[in-house]
């Protein structure tokens, strides 16, 4: 017999080899129906894994993230298997969920396009109605190069030479083998509905000078009804892609003669980054933040020193040479290196510390040109990034008081549903990680308690720290329910080791400050990008490129446009004129694409009587009024939406 512990702390005696499937049908055949994988001593399994030993269990249900990654894995191995059946010598790269679906990787002897999804997606369904098990097999890697090599699939033999013998599983779904450590669904007959929704070209394992793989991008259900929901959400999602808003609205734009992921930023969009910029450095000023500026590349020596080079190096945009032999320079790929040496520039005593670092610093990274993404994944961006260097007995302190910053950003800004995601490092391996296993543990403990004071609603994530130490990542659903990671706050006790970062205390002796790295908009042009999917482009009025736009009814009436956008323009109202020789209604129309607040008609009426007609986006007429009411009437909104939310420093 076997104890298996709940999450409850119940403790029920089981016979050895007991499944988790059997286990939850003990409980309820409802628990046993509605779960798709389990969590047995922290690791997720299949359902029908026999478990041997005494274990704590919890079953995973679709509304849990490890049920869905169950889910989609499979239905990623059923698509393989439709592939398989319609493309006879086709041969796969690599299948996995993803955040929202799955996808498969395949180098097929046909091509396959957008045309062919339908047909494909058909196949799945009916493989699905056969409810396949899925059957788990352990494999001595000698049998698995075989099985591959048998089949001229020299892909999954590659995959296979760089495993270790012992660790070697495969699932059979049909007539469809696919090497894999699961979790899987225990059959197909959980997926009822799905939808195939885009081809797109892949290098084999993210690597250009390998073959270009085709990437078949999928989506699946238990219920028809929710996959329904989900592609009206995709419908919407396009009416409020970055990309096409960012054009529309002349926020940003791309040249090919510049390089790929380096965004140029237009007036419009320089002006909107500008205020984000001045609204956080208000904030820091009032928490005692002080401003830095650092040079756009930095020593070889200064990433050796701070461990990125051993990290990411061969990820970098390759060393910038120097006359000098033997002198090598980099693209500074992050900040907190040169914020260290700003540190180490003087000696520090405990009454300097806290010492905050802030510095809108611009960054480069390499970024395969497959995963690039429009503002959300380029290859420059800048970031609002602060390095707080504090005493032991100040860290709690100052994290919570990121925390503030964080959470004020978010309020003003409508970002209301989030969840902050404790990052703590991999329970088992610490290789991939710099810093002894005290410090790490302090600064766990320390962004935990400091969640845990604030009331966040958290969960925890193993294995998603920074390799110099644990942080908090912020989880934003935006207005159509998307989830972003905006913002994040981490501890570090390694760089001010690899830096020898000092401070004198008061009893006169050397001490290791703490360093806090924060960036509560994480980057500015990812930041830009969620704002403008989240507000589709109806930005608050405080933050507009351009508040209001003047609209003459006829050419005669331009001079007194002109005179109104001036008036407004001297004080502190962002105001434009459209004095196309268009009529009246189409600028109204082109206006209100536009996305600007308040579009002010003038006419014969409006001109020989200093008025102004006043027409709110999505609100229509207002009436008529004077210029200085409208002025009082912007003002006033704009400080009401700052004061609603304003931070207590």
Not at 335 to 340: E, I, Q, Y
Not at 524 to 531: G, P, Q
Not at 608 to 616: D, F, K, M, N, T
Request: net charge negative.
């Amino acid at each position: 017999m076997i104890k298996i512990t709940f999450p409850d702390g119940t403790v029920k005696e089981f016979a050895k080899g007991t499944t988790a499937f059997e286990i939850a049908t003990s409980i309820s055949p409802r628990l046993a129906a509605d779960s798709l994988a389990a969590s047995v001593n922290g690791r997720t399994v299949d359902m029908t894994l026999p478990i041997e030993e005494d274990a704590s269990i919890k079953f995973y249900k679709w509304e849990d993230a490890e049920g869905k990654h169950a889910f989609w894995h499979t239905s990623s191995h059923l698509l393989a298997e439709a592939l398989e059946s319609l493309y006879p010598g086709i041969k796969f790269g690599i299948g996995p969920a993803i955040e929202n679906g799955f996808y498969y990787d395949v180098d097929c002897p046909t091509p396959i396009t957008e045309g062919d999804l339908q047909t494909i997606e058909n196949k799945m369904i009916e493989l699905a109605r056969q409810k396949e098990e899925l059957i788990r097999r352990e494999v001595a890697k000698e049998e698995a190069l075989k099985t591959f090599t048998e089949k001229g699939d020299q892909y999954k033999v590659e995959l296979i030479s760089d495993l270790e013998d012992g660790t070697i599983s495969f699932y059979t779904n049909g007539a469809f083998t696919d090497l894999c450590r699961g979790p899987h669904l225990p059959n197909t007959g959980f997926i009822k509905a799905i939808k195939l929704l885009s081809v797109a070209g892949a290098y084999w394992r993210g690597n250009e000078k390998n073959k270009m793989l085709t990437r078949i991008y999928g989506i699946s259900f238990p219920k028809k009804s929710m996959l329904d929901e989900y592609l009206q959400m995709l419908e919407e999602a396009k009416k409020r892609d970055h990309r096409k808003l960012g054009k529309d609205l002349e926020l940003f734009t791309f040249s090919q003669r510049v390089g790929q992921g380096l965004p140029l930023w237009l007036p419009k969009g320089t002006a909107l980054r500008d205020r984000l910029e001045q609204f956080l450095r208000q904030v820091q000023k009032a928490h005692g933040y002080q401003q830095v500026i650092t040079p756009p590349i930095g020593n070889k020596e200064l990433y050796v020193t701070s461990g990125h080079y051993a990290k990411y190096g061969k990820d970098s945009f390759q060393p910038i040479k120097t006359p000098i032999e033997g002198e090598e320079y980099f693209l500074k790929p992050m900040n907190c290196p040169h914020h260290c040496e700003i540190y180490r520039s003087k000696p520090r005593s405990y009454k300097d510390l806290p010492v905050r670092l802030a510095e809108f610093g611009t960054v480069c990274r390499y970024e395969q040109s497959g995963e690039l993404h429009g503002l959300t994944r380029v290859r420059s961006f800048t970031q609002d990034d602060a390095h707080l260097f504090c005493r032991p007995d100040q860290l709690l302190q100052e994290f919570e008081r990121v925390i503030d910053i964080v959470l004020y950003i978010f309020r003003t800004l409508k970002f209301d549903n989030y969840t902050a995601q404790v990052s703590l490092r991999d329970k088992t391996n610490h290789e991939k990680y710099i810093g002894s296993d005290e410090n790490w543990e302090k600064a766990e403990q320390a962004i935990i308690q400091a969640a845990e004071e604030k009331g966040l609603k958290t969960v925890v994530e193993y294995g998603e720290a920074a390799f110099y130490g644990p942080k908090l990542d912020f989880m934003v659903k935006d207005a159509i329910g998307r989830s972003w990671q905006l913002g994040t706050i981490q501890v570090d006790y390694n760089l001010p080791e690899r830096f020898d970062l000092t401070y004198k205390g008061a009893d006169d002796k050397l001490h290791r400050p703490i360093m806090i790295h924060r960036a509560p908009f994480g980057s500015m042009e990812r930041f830009v990008a969620v704002l403008l999917e989240h507000t589709a482009g109806k930005f608050p009025l405080w933050l507009s490129p351009d508040q209001v736009v003047v609209l003459p009814i006829s050419e005669k009436f331009n001079d007194y446009a002109e005179q109104v956008v001036e008036y407004l323009n001297k004080n502190d109202v962002r105001a434009m004129i459209d004095d196309r020789n268009e009529k009246i209604g189409r600028k109204i129309r082109d206006n209100e694409l536009k996305r600007i607040p308040y579009l002010l008609i003038v006419g014969e009426k409006e001109s020989a009587e200093g008025l102004v007609s006043v027409r709110a986006q999505g609100e229509g007429d207002k009436g008529q009024m004077t210029m200085e009411a409208f002025k009082e009437l912007i003002l006033d909104q704009v400080k009401s939406e700052i004061e609603a939310n304003k931070l207590k420093a």
